[in-house]
């Protein structure tokens, strides 16, 4: 029945996107990067440029109909992106990406709840956006930072956590999903723990919340961050949910217009959360259509993504495995994996297996991804990952298929 | 035939030349290219101020592994101030094609760690587009698009 039903949200939703009409080297693109950012379907194209056409004015404190509109334009963005992860949308935070979440919670809660001594406790999976801010946060601090480590089957190894947690761990900071293993992981075990020990978490669900139903209350965390652009929403915003008690009473981040009470000669007082986060003038666009993004989720429903990216990612899995000299890295098993495959194909540098790829239409990504300390436990300077949206199809994994072949033919591998 | 991925190019690849360890090396250098993680280094024997022999090392993908091996042969008898001469345009005479802006860094990583070793600079070969690309290839980016 789930295949089914994703089956039904793929017919039509194909159409829903103009660029995916887009050839490249004479073929319909075929485009397996979506982990990198998401193709964004008309309705959001849509509403950025609608935005600007009939209601472009600045928020707060206009009296005129313009002003209203784009007030209930960015606050819709918010309220919709609220409802999809099961949030109140007065904690809900709109920063410029999922990095600038991170560091949002970096110099403000961090700043006053990690000393010297203390230590950040993060994952040797994380994307570079959960790593340096820890990295810069200890080093100003007088902070430890250290790594829960990854197993051969691409899982955080949890056995001696309790123990760690209780040596002076002041923040776990971990992803929800692996950008390069797929590795879904237990994070609300990892915050009941953390938890227990009365230490804080921040999960970054900037490829999480794009594929399956996320719940952010229900993850246990106490800071979620994550992006519009790979929720098939615009650049340039991003979200910091936060539990409310944390939100209050945490300093303010940048400061400026629109994120204050009382401005006096030499203080300030600040305005109630979420405005507080939020200095100057906002993503007004970007908001209107990260709410349509949200919009489009919700109507095809989580259940239905997830369904049918996991359908995906398993034929994906069987079929790459299945290539002599290709190695796979993350779990085995679809159920346990966000919507990707890494890979490495011996004797083929994964940049030159990207090129190729992209002779025949098919784009991929090939690098680090962001996760250097994460390919240095691999032992590989850079892997090739084909990562899976809702438009995408079997005929397009076939299709990468072709060329990792046609790449080993040119190789002679 | 691929334009890039020619059998030249592939067999230097696969067969480097000039690629090991050189004993009592006069000059040494290595890095990497941040983009593909290409690593590459060269040790370098010198008479005066010419290149009496060289060997690379390295891992990374085909196009900066076999650049390194064509330039090799060509780089011995060089002095240091031909060196310093060689830019984007001599790697494009050597591998027979202009590469594009983001296979750039691959095909000049070998010409960096020469120049590295032999006068001590830790800047991209001129010509390398960096953060600041010049005109001409975003033009030509733009023109691919």
New interface residues.
Partial sequence: MEAATAQVALEGVRTDFPILAREVEGRSIAYLDSAATAQKPAAVIEAISSYYRNSNANVHRSMHVLAAEAEALYEGGRLKVAELVGARAGEIVLVRNATEAINLVRFTWARENVGPGDTVLITAMEHHSNIVPWQLLCAEQGARLEYLEVDGQGRLDLTDLDERLAGGVKLVALTHVSNVLGTINPVAEVAERAHAAGVRVLVDGAQAVPQFPVDVGATGADFYAFTGHKMYGPTGIGVLWGKRELLDEMPPFLGGGSMIKAVEDDHSTWAAVPAKFEAGTPAIAESAGLGAAADFMTGLGMEAVRAHERELTAYALERISAVSGVTVYGPADAAERGALVSFTVEG?????LA??SN?EGVAIR???HCAQPL?RRLGV??TARASFAVYNTTDEVDRLVDAVESAKS???A | MDPLYREYILDHYKNPRNFGDLPQPDAEFEDRNPLCGDEMGVQIKLEGDRISDLRFHGQGCAISQATASIISDELKGKTVAEVAELDRRFIAEEIGIELSPTRLKCGLLSLKVVQGALLGTDEWPSGTPDEDPDAADVARLRNEI
Avoid: K, Q, S
């Avoid at chain 1, 083929?348 to 030159?352: A, E, G, K, S």
């Fill in positions: 083929i540098h994964p940049h030159d090129e190729l002779r090939a690098g680090h390919m300077p850079a040119i190789f002679g």
